[in-house]
């Protein structure tokens, strides 16, 4: 995909994302036609915005979200200092087209993971990682209907992102825990709204977090160190209103918050 045709989708896209307004698809003069292409426009994207990318989400880890948006495996948006919040922010909801929040686990790297000749193992990704934090994404998208414009634009929105509210780090016994089983709950002005497990993300949120360490590498810019890494989701994402105080609980490891402005 040429510069001037990533620079154009990328334009669009951020000018619906400023003014909160949605496209049926980009034009065909810029429109990415493979994942390459996608992850270009959202280079370009995250330059346009002026926020500077701390990290990484995956979007799609279960094959009932890939199935939902037409896609056949995990995608990949960064994650922008201008969306990040901390546990326990408000934030304005009103306008949200997909309107939903999801609970995630989030690694922080202590290490470069570049090229090496063999793919990262969930062990070796793990091994390279600083800290767990909990995480609630809040996704929306720029398409008016999200689930068919296939896999391409969808990157090329950085993969559905709005805002992401970060959690502290979790205690170290984290590393003994098996994250494939550990359960987490979803609960909207105290009722619960969903539940899930770690197995919900490729199996394991540390299976996903391997799998993007070399995804990276294969698109070209490899997982570096102090980077965060939101994983998916581990419940189905649930639905959200003006006014809503939503709380996902981790159990022992501990719970992170936000709450919606009325």
């Known amino acids: 995909m040429g510069d001037a045709r990533a620079s154009q989708a990328a334009a669009l896209i951020w000018d619906n994302w400023r003014n909160r307004s949605r496209i049926a698809a980009l034009p065909e003069s810029c429109r990415p036609r493979t994942v390459a292409e996608g992850y270009a426009a959202q280079a370009e994207l995250s330059a346009l915005s002026g926020w500077q990318a701390v990290g990484w989400k995956i979007a799609a880890t279960s094959a009932a979200g890939q199935k939902h948006i037409g896609v056949a495996g995990p995608l990949a948006g960064r994650?922008?200092?201008?969306?990040?919040?901390?546990?326990?922010?408000?934030?304005?909801?009103?306008?949200?087209?997909?309107?939903?929040?999801?609970?995630?686990?989030?690694?922080?790297?202590?290490?470069?993971?570049?090229?090496?000749?063999?793919?990262y193992s969930p062990a070796d990704v793990v091994a390279a990682t600083a800290a767990l934090h909990l995480g609630i994404e809040v996704p929306d998208s720029r398409f008016e209907d999200f689930t068919i414009v296939g896999a391409p634009q969808l990157i090329a929105d950085n993969a559905c992102t709005e805002y992401f509210v970060l959690g502290e780090a979790v205690a170290e016994s984290w590393r003994d825990l098996?994250?494939?089983?550990?359960?987490?709950?979803?609960?909207?002005?105290?009722?619960t709204a969903a539940e899930g497990i770690g197995a919900n993300v490729l199996g394991d949120p540390r299976r996903a977090?391997?799998?993007?360490?070399?995804?990276?590498?294969?698109?070209?810019?490899?997982?570096?160190?102090?980077?965060?890494?939101?994983?998916?989701?581990?419940?189905?994402?649930?639905?959200?209103?003006?006014?809503?105080?939503?709380?996902?609980?981790?159990?022992?490891?501990?719970?992170?918050?936000?709450?919606?402005?009325?």
């Open 79 to 119: 994650l922008l200092d201008g969306k990040l919040h901390e546990s326990g922010a408000e934030l304005a909801c009103a306008h949200l087209h997909m309107a939903v929040v999801e609970a995630e686990f989030v690694f922080r790297l202590a290490e470069d993971l570049p090229p090496r000749g063999q793919d």
């Open 209 to 262: 977090l391997a799998w993007l360490a070399n995804d990276r590498i294969i698109q070209g810019a490899p997982l570096r160190a102090g980077e965060i890494i939101t994983t998916g989701t581990c419940i189905v994402p649930a639905a959200i209103r003006p006014g809503d105080d939503v709380v996902a609980d981790f159990g022992v490891m501990g719970r992170v918050s936000v709450r919606f402005a009325a």
């Open 178 to 191: 098996d994250l494939a089983a550990h359960r987490a709950s979803l609960t909207i002005n105290g009722e």
